[in-house]
């Protein structure tokens, strides 16, 4: 996975999108893209490759 670009901005794009997202859930550390993405799993009910290919789409 691969996040380009600042992160607040592409934060923000996803909260417009799938306004259930919060902070929390949003929460991204450095290294630790896995956990994002099993949150957003999660909160989306999406399987891993597709939440993938929505945040590498950003």
């Known amino acids: ?3 380009q670009g600042d992160w607040n901005q592409l934060k923000a794009k996803l ?6 997202l919060t ?6 550390v450095e290294g630790k ?3 994002l ?9 999406k399987g891993k490759r597709k939440v993938i290919k929505l945040l590498n789409a950003l």
Do not use: C, F, N
Not at 23 to 28: M, R, S, T, V, W
């Open 1 to 3: 996975m691969r996040l």
């Open 37 to 45: 993405v099993s949150r957003l799993q999660a909160k989306l009910g």
């Open 23 to 28: 902070d929390e859930d949003l929460a991204y």
């Open 15 to 20: 909260q417009q999108t799938y306004t259930q």
């Open 33 to 35: 893209g896995h956990e």
